[in-house]
């Protein structure tokens, strides 16, 4: 497990390792970086098995699609907040995300876990990218917190409009 943070972004990766796609590293990345987030998420943390199955489907998903040649890249990154994990491949354009019904047995598994994935192709590096959020409990005084935050700013609101001079408050009155 490695922290670091991004010059010029407010992002810290907590989780991040590359390898060739195996069964045994598919596993151990998994297993690994829900670990990492339960470290990272603390009480916080939610669904950890919703999240296992989502990466777990999607690095085998990558391994079909862009063979095993290329290594493979996991990150997890934490943002503003919110908590993510990127993995990305180098290979041609396709889609992890959209798979034949026909023929693919975990055709809904992603959608049904509600995890909301997100492709991306990063053509100046040729990498397919796929970021995963991980689900997070809200905060229980976040309400409380809006709430006061919107009662201070209506009193500062009023406070200021009463330093404006009179004219220009006749004005929009």
């Known amino acids: 497990m490695s922290k670091s943070m991004i010059e010029g972004e407010k992002r810290m990766i907590f989780f991040q390792d590359t390898k060739r796609l195996t069964n045994e590293v598919i596993d151990s990345w998994s297993e690994n970086a829900v670990k990492a987030y339960q470290k990272i998420a603390g009480k916080r943390a939610e669904s950890t098995v919703k999240l296992r199955l989502s990466i777990e489907e999607l690095l085998l998903r ?8 290329e290594p493979c890249s996991i990150k997890g990154i934490r943002r503003l907040g919110g908590i993510s994990f990127e993995l990305s ?9 959209e798979t034949d019904p026909e023929t693919s047995l975990s055709y809904n598994l992603l959608a049904k876990l509600n995890l909301n994935p997100h492709y991306a192709y990063r053509q100046n590096r040729g990498l397919n990218v796929v970021t995963i959020p991980a689900p997070l409990k809200k905060r229980k005084n976040a309400t409380v917190i809006g709430i006061l935050l919107a009662a201070v700013l209506s009193v500062v609101t009023w406070l200021v409009s009463g330093i404006l001079p009179e004219a220009v408050r006749n004005d929009y009155m």
Request: no cysteine.
């Open 89 to 97: 491949q180098r290979g041609t354009p396709q889609n992890p995300l």
């Open 62 to 69: 990558f391994r079909d699609l862009y063979g095993t040649e």
